[in-house]
């Protein structure tokens, strides 16, 4: 699926979208991190729960459990709480 | 309403949906700007020439060299000048009839929850989460109106969090303040100038709907702008039940305020000076 990356982790990817293959939010992670080494920790902290300055959306809802199972047509938004002024 | 200011505001006037009444509740109102950089330099005067009746113009810092490619309140010539007096004198050229208040203070604790108080909208032009999250937590306190933006780079944010509704979600709903956020700094980052014009005027859009008491607030809905791809994106979200600030208290406690040491706590190190 298409996976929406925000800015600050492009160094990683080098690109705002990339693809991802699996059929969880969990699953999607692992493999942003196969092809992006060092990412999924940036998003994920080391209890596992989502980073509290990283949101993620799926069907433009915000997406809580890296359990919650995805379709593999739609995306997926990775979105980073921004600061600036 | 003078002939001067149905003259002044005829174009809004003209408006079905704002009209005379939508104009005299804008003039009867008082916003509360926090911070005169990117963002609030665009979201004051719209605000001014809109016809505020009231505004606090509120930043701690004086107008840069650096400034000046974005923060279009100020000018080369005032250049050294406390950003709200040059806010102030900028406002006052276009719309002398509109009281302004430039504090050049940097807003916490009891400050900022007495100016909260008073504001009938907040806007959150700030450069960094601390201060975002200690108006949002004043902002539930007083069940106010607030409009937050946000920039850098080419990625603007833009949202209302309007806590006059007890359904409505805070800024605490959808980013939990903690201790791992990652402040990225405009000084180290850039920032492309036209993006802090963008997502502040559609602040002083949002903020002027909400004063008129019109439209559709930009309320659980998070709009991301891609300034490069020039792409926006709507993404939603609700009020947390369990949130921190928002959510249950005690009994008799106000929401808003919570009993911990570092509830108004500033960053030292993750502040983006040159706004």
């Given at each position: 699926?298409?996976?929406?990356?925000?800015?600050?982790?492009?160094?990683?990817?080098?690109?705002?979208?990339?693809?991802?293959?699996?059929?969880?939010?969990?699953?999607?992670?692992?493999?942003?991190?196969?092809?992006?080494?060092?990412?999924?920790?940036?998003?994920?902290?080391?209890?596992?729960?989502?980073?509290?300055?990283?949101?993620?959306?799926?069907?433009?809802?915000?997406?809580?459990?890296?359990?919650?199972?995805?379709?593999?047509?739609?995306?997926?938004?990775?979105?980073?709480?921004?600061?600036g002024g | 309403m003078t002939d001067d200011q149905l003259?002044?505001?005829?174009?809004?006037?003209?408006?079905?949906?704002?009209?005379?009444?939508?104009?005299?509740?804008?003039?009867?109102?008082?916003?509360?700007?926090?911070?005169?950089?990117?963002?609030?330099?665009?979201?004051?005067?719209?605000?001014?020439?809109?016809?505020?009746?009231?505004?606090?113009?509120?930043?701690?810092?004086?107008?840069?060299?650096?400034?000046?490619?974005?923060?279009?309140?100020?000018?080369?010539?005032?250049?050294?000048?406390?950003?709200?007096?040059?806010?102030?004198?900028?406002?006052?050229?276009?719309?002398?009839?509109?009281?302004?208040?430039?504090?050049?203070?940097?807003?916490?604790?009891?400050?900022?929850?007495?100016?909260?108080?008073?504001?009938?909208?907040?806007?959150?032009?700030?450069?960094?989460?601390?201060?975002?999250?200690?108006?949002?937590?004043?902002?539930?306190?007083?069940?106010?109106?607030?409009?937050?933006?946000?920039?850098?780079?080419?990625?603007?944010?833009?949202?209302?969090?309007?806590?006059?509704?007890?359904?409505?979600?805070?800024?605490?709903?959808?980013?939990?303040?903690?201790?791992?956020?990652?402040?990225?700094?405009?000084?180290?980052?850039?920032?492309?100038?036209?993006?802090?014009?963008i997502v502040g005027t559609m602040q002083a859009a949002?903020?002027?709907?909400?004063?008129?008491?019109?439209?559709?607030?930009l309320s659980g809905r998070l709009l991301l702008l891609?300034?490069?791809?020039?792409?926006?994106?709507?993404?939603?979200?609700?009020?947390?039940?369990?949130?921190?600030?928002?959510?249950?208290?005690?009994?008799?406690?106000?929401?808003?305020?919570?009993?911990?040491?570092?509830?108004?706590?500033?960053?030292?190190?993750?502040?983006?000076?040159?706004?």
């Amino acid at each position: 699926m298409r996976v929406l990356i925000p800015s600050a982790l492009h160094a990683y990817t080098g690109r705002p979208w990339v693809e991802a293959a699996g059929g969880t939010v969990g699953e999607i992670l692992d493999d942003l991190e196969r092809q992006f080494p060092g990412i999924r920790f940036r998003m994920i902290d080391e209890q596992g729960n989502i980073r509290r300055h990283i949101r993620l959306f799926y069907r433009r809802e915000m997406v809580f459990d890296l359990a919650t199972p995805l379709a593999d047509d739609e995306e997926l938004m990775i979105v980073q709480a921004l600061s600036g002024g | 309403m003078t002939d001067d200011q149905l003259l002044r505001y005829s174009r809004h006037i003209l408006l079905d949906a704002l009209g005379i009444e939508g104009q005299a509740r804008i003039l009867a109102s008082h916003a509360l700007i926090v911070g005169a950089g990117g963002l609030g330099s665009p979201a004051a005067l719209y605000l001014a020439s809109a016809g505020v009746g009231k505004i606090t113009l509120v930043d701690d810092d004086s107008v840069d060299f650096t400034n000046l490619q974005r923060q279009i309140l100020h000018t080369q010539a005032r250049v050294g000048m406390a950003k709200a007096e040059s806010g102030r004198q900028a406002l006052a050229a276009i719309n002398p009839e509109i009281a302004v208040v430039p504090l050049q203070q940097r807003l916490s604790g009891p400050a900022l929850d007495a100016l909260v108080a008073t504001a009938d909208i907040v806007l959150d032009c700030t450069d960094n989460f601390a201060t975002r999250h200690a108006i949002n937590r004043a902002c539930v306190h007083h069940k106010k109106p607030l409009v937050s933006g946000a920039a850098i780079r080419f990625d603007g944010q833009i949202s209302v969090y309007d806590l006059r509704r007890d359904d409505a979600p805070c800024y605490h709903c959808l980013f939990p303040e903690g201790d791992d956020v990652e402040e990225v700094r405009c000084a180290v980052m850039g920032v492309f100038a036209p993006l802090t014009g963008i997502v502040g005027t559609m602040q002083a859009a949002e903020a002027l709907k909400l004063a008129a008491g019109i439209g559709q607030s930009l309320s659980g809905r998070l709009l991301l702008l891609d300034a490069l791809d020039m792409e926006w994106r709507t993404v939603r979200f609700r009020k947390d039940p369990a949130c921190a600030v928002c959510g249950p208290t005690a009994a008799g406690q106000a929401p808003g305020y919570l009993p911990r040491p570092d509830a108004d706590r500033e960053s030292a190190g993750g502040v983006c000076r040159p706004g």
